[in-house]
Protein backbone atom coordinates (compact mmCIF):
# COMPACT_ATOMS: atom_id res chain seq x y z
CA UNK A 1 0.00 0.00 0.00
CA UNK A 2 1.18 3.40 -0.88
CA UNK A 3 2.06 5.74 1.91
CA UNK A 4 1.31 9.95 1.28
CA UNK A 5 3.22 11.26 -0.73
CA UNK A 6 4.05 14.44 -1.31
CA UNK A 7 4.90 16.84 -4.87
CA UNK A 8 7.23 18.49 -5.46
CA UNK A 9 10.70 17.33 -2.80
CA UNK A 10 12.26 20.62 -3.40
CA UNK A 11 10.69 23.79 -4.52
CA UNK A 12 13.24 27.48 -4.93
CA UNK A 13 11.06 30.27 -5.57
CA UNK A 14 11.70 34.11 -4.86
CA UNK A 15 9.90 36.24 -2.68
CA UNK A 16 7.20 37.69 -3.78
CA UNK A 17 6.16 34.76 -5.97
CA UNK A 18 3.68 31.64 -5.55
CA UNK A 19 4.06 28.47 -4.47
CA UNK A 20 2.19 25.28 -4.70
CA UNK A 21 2.66 21.93 -2.95
CA UNK A 22 0.51 18.99 -3.74
CA UNK A 23 -0.29 15.88 -1.37
CA UNK A 24 -1.92 12.70 -1.69
CA UNK A 25 -3.16 10.57 1.37
CA UNK A 26 -3.11 7.07 1.70
CA UNK A 27 -5.91 5.01 -0.13
CA UNK A 28 -8.85 5.40 1.98
CA UNK A 29 -8.53 8.36 4.00
CA UNK A 30 -10.65 11.50 3.46
CA UNK A 31 -8.97 13.84 5.90
CA UNK A 32 -5.63 15.76 4.99
CA UNK A 33 -3.82 17.76 7.52
CA UNK A 34 -0.52 20.25 6.72
CA UNK A 35 2.23 21.27 8.49
CA UNK A 36 4.97 23.63 8.13
CA UNK A 37 8.50 22.92 9.91
CA UNK A 38 10.81 25.81 10.00
CA UNK A 39 14.13 25.76 11.40
CA UNK A 40 14.21 25.58 14.68
CA UNK A 41 10.63 25.74 15.50
CA UNK A 42 9.12 22.50 15.46
CA UNK A 43 6.22 21.78 13.47
CA UNK A 44 3.52 24.06 13.29
CA UNK A 45 -0.19 23.08 12.43
CA UNK A 46 -1.44 24.96 8.93
CA UNK A 47 -4.58 23.41 7.67
CA UNK A 48 -7.15 20.17 7.95
CA UNK A 49 -9.44 19.06 5.08
CA UNK A 50 -12.05 16.41 5.65
CA UNK A 51 -13.99 15.29 3.37
CA UNK A 52 -13.64 18.25 0.72
CA UNK A 53 -14.06 21.18 3.43
CA UNK A 54 -11.61 23.23 5.32
CA UNK A 55 -12.02 21.90 8.64
CA UNK A 56 -9.87 24.15 10.95
CA UNK A 57 -6.62 26.14 10.23
CA UNK A 58 -3.74 27.21 12.33
CA UNK A 59 -2.57 30.64 13.34
CA UNK A 60 -1.22 31.75 9.65
CA UNK A 61 -1.76 34.28 7.53
CA UNK A 62 -4.80 34.61 4.51
CA UNK A 63 -2.31 33.73 1.96
CA UNK A 64 -1.67 30.87 2.88
CA UNK A 65 -4.79 28.52 1.42
CA UNK A 66 -5.33 25.17 -0.22
CA UNK A 67 -8.34 22.76 -1.12
CA UNK A 68 -9.13 18.88 -1.10
CA UNK A 69 -10.06 17.34 -4.65
CA UNK A 70 -13.05 14.82 -4.30
CA UNK A 71 -10.39 12.71 -4.62
CA UNK A 72 -8.79 13.77 -1.03
CA UNK A 73 -5.81 15.15 -2.75
CA UNK A 74 -4.86 18.08 -1.31
CA UNK A 75 -2.88 21.13 -2.35
CA UNK A 76 -1.21 24.15 -0.48
CA UNK A 77 -1.11 27.43 -2.14
CA UNK A 78 1.57 30.18 -1.12
CA UNK A 79 1.11 33.29 -1.95
CA UNK A 80 3.51 36.48 -2.26
CA UNK A 81 6.22 34.34 -0.76
CA UNK A 82 8.39 35.85 1.83
CA UNK A 83 11.98 34.41 2.66
CA UNK A 84 10.44 33.30 6.36
CA UNK A 85 8.36 30.83 3.93
CA UNK A 86 11.57 28.76 3.86
CA UNK A 87 11.02 25.51 4.86
CA UNK A 88 10.01 21.82 4.78
CA UNK A 89 5.74 21.33 4.77
CA UNK A 90 4.35 18.06 5.28
CA UNK A 91 1.42 16.13 4.92
CA UNK A 92 -0.51 13.83 6.30
CA UNK A 93 -3.60 11.72 6.64
CA UNK A 94 -5.10 9.77 8.69
CA UNK A 95 -7.91 6.90 9.34
CA UNK A 96 -9.12 8.20 13.06
CA UNK A 97 -5.99 7.95 15.26
CA UNK A 98 -2.53 8.11 14.37
CA UNK A 99 -1.27 10.36 11.67
CA UNK A 100 0.97 9.21 8.52
CA UNK A 101 3.42 11.71 7.06
CA UNK A 102 4.88 12.29 3.47
CA UNK A 103 8.42 12.99 3.42
CA UNK A 104 7.46 16.63 2.78
CA UNK A 105 8.36 19.34 0.17
CA UNK A 106 10.83 21.76 1.05
CA UNK A 107 10.41 24.93 -0.39
CA UNK A 108 12.99 27.88 -0.35
CA UNK A 109 12.53 31.29 -1.06
CA UNK A 110 15.62 33.49 -1.86
CA UNK B 1 -6.44 24.59 24.47
CA UNK B 2 -3.89 22.00 23.97
CA UNK B 3 -0.01 22.28 24.47
CA UNK B 4 3.02 19.77 24.32
CA UNK B 5 6.20 20.52 26.51
CA UNK B 6 9.27 18.89 25.76
CA UNK B 7 11.84 20.53 28.32
CA UNK B 8 15.13 18.88 26.47
CA UNK B 9 16.33 20.26 23.27
CA UNK B 10 19.08 16.96 23.43
CA UNK B 11 19.56 14.05 25.45
CA UNK B 12 22.56 12.68 24.74
CA UNK B 13 23.09 9.04 26.20
CA UNK B 14 26.19 6.57 25.64
CA UNK B 15 24.97 3.18 23.30
CA UNK B 16 23.32 0.03 25.40
CA UNK B 17 22.47 2.33 28.09
CA UNK B 18 18.67 3.41 29.13
CA UNK B 19 17.53 6.47 27.58
CA UNK B 20 14.40 9.01 28.26
CA UNK B 21 12.79 11.64 26.57
CA UNK B 22 10.54 13.91 28.43
CA UNK B 23 6.93 14.86 27.42
CA UNK B 24 4.40 16.57 29.12
CA UNK B 25 1.28 18.17 27.91
CA UNK B 26 -2.15 20.03 28.83
CA UNK B 27 -5.66 19.39 27.39
CA UNK B 28 -9.18 19.45 28.08
CA UNK B 29 -10.48 15.87 29.03
CA UNK B 30 -8.43 12.68 28.28
CA UNK B 31 -5.37 13.02 25.89
CA UNK B 32 -4.54 11.22 22.53
CA UNK B 33 -0.87 11.21 22.86
CA UNK B 34 1.57 9.94 20.13
CA UNK B 35 5.67 9.77 19.61
CA UNK B 36 7.02 10.48 15.98
CA UNK B 37 10.38 10.22 15.15
CA UNK B 38 12.12 12.08 12.36
CA UNK B 39 15.42 11.15 10.40
CA UNK B 40 17.23 13.99 8.34
CA UNK B 41 15.70 15.05 5.54
CA UNK B 42 12.47 12.92 6.38
CA UNK B 43 8.82 12.90 6.92
CA UNK B 44 7.71 11.85 10.51
CA UNK B 45 7.75 8.00 11.18
CA UNK B 46 4.81 7.11 14.12
CA UNK B 47 6.56 5.13 17.10
CA UNK B 48 3.67 4.67 19.32
CA UNK B 49 0.40 6.15 20.62
CA UNK B 50 -1.99 6.21 23.80
CA UNK B 51 -5.87 6.41 23.76
CA UNK B 52 -6.84 4.55 26.86
CA UNK B 53 -6.31 1.00 28.54
CA UNK B 54 -2.80 0.07 30.04
CA UNK B 55 -0.30 3.13 30.76
CA UNK B 56 2.61 1.48 29.29
CA UNK B 57 2.38 1.42 25.80
CA UNK B 58 4.70 -0.57 23.43
CA UNK B 59 5.62 0.00 20.00
CA UNK B 60 8.32 0.21 17.07
CA UNK B 61 12.08 -0.52 17.23
CA UNK B 62 11.55 -1.57 21.21
CA UNK B 63 10.52 1.87 22.43
CA UNK B 64 7.83 2.26 25.15
CA UNK B 65 6.26 5.29 26.60
CA UNK B 66 4.44 5.70 30.21
CA UNK B 67 1.15 7.96 30.69
CA UNK B 68 0.90 9.36 33.91
CA UNK B 69 -2.04 11.17 34.58
CA UNK B 70 -1.07 12.72 37.41
CA UNK B 71 1.40 14.49 36.31
CA UNK B 72 0.46 15.02 32.73
CA UNK B 73 3.39 13.38 31.39
CA UNK B 74 4.17 10.47 28.17
CA UNK B 75 8.01 10.00 28.67
CA UNK B 76 9.28 8.07 26.01
CA UNK B 77 11.60 5.24 26.82
CA UNK B 78 14.23 2.49 25.59
CA UNK B 79 15.90 0.03 28.20
CA UNK B 80 19.20 -0.01 25.79
CA UNK B 81 20.04 2.65 23.24
CA UNK B 82 21.25 2.09 19.60
CA UNK B 83 23.41 4.45 17.35
CA UNK B 84 20.28 4.51 14.76
CA UNK B 85 18.12 5.55 17.61
CA UNK B 86 20.08 9.00 17.00
CA UNK B 87 17.13 11.08 15.26
CA UNK B 88 14.78 13.81 16.04
CA UNK B 89 11.56 12.84 18.67
CA UNK B 90 8.63 14.33 18.80
CA UNK B 91 5.72 14.29 21.34
CA UNK B 92 1.95 14.90 20.16
CA UNK B 93 -1.25 15.48 21.20
CA UNK B 94 -4.86 15.84 20.86
CA UNK B 95 -7.87 15.77 22.67
CA UNK B 96 -10.98 13.55 22.16
CA UNK B 97 -12.44 15.69 19.80
CA UNK B 98 -11.86 15.74 16.02
CA UNK B 99 -8.84 18.44 16.11
CA UNK B 100 -5.11 18.58 14.52
CA UNK B 101 -2.41 17.41 16.94
CA UNK B 102 0.08 19.34 18.72
CA UNK B 103 3.21 18.96 18.61
CA UNK B 104 5.92 19.39 21.00
CA UNK B 105 9.18 21.29 19.80
CA UNK B 106 10.97 18.27 19.45
CA UNK B 107 13.92 16.19 21.21
CA UNK B 108 17.06 15.48 19.40
CA UNK B 109 18.64 12.63 20.64
CA UNK B 110 22.41 11.69 20.44
CA UNK B 111 23.60 8.23 20.71
CA UNK B 112 27.15 7.76 21.43
CA UNK B 113 28.71 4.59 20.28
Given at each position: ?10 LIKTRGQQA ?60 ALEL?DS ?20 LTVL | ?113
Open positions: EAGVTQSPTHTLRCSPISGHTSVYWYQQALGLGLQFLLWYDEGEERNRGNFPPRFSGRQFPNYSSELNVNEALYLCASHPGGELFFGEGSR | AQSVAQPEDQVNVAEGNPLTVKCTYSVSGNPYLFWYVQYPNRGLQFLLKYITGDNLVKGSYGFEAEFNKSQTSFHLKKPSALVSDSALYFCAVRDTGRRALTFGSGTRLQVQP
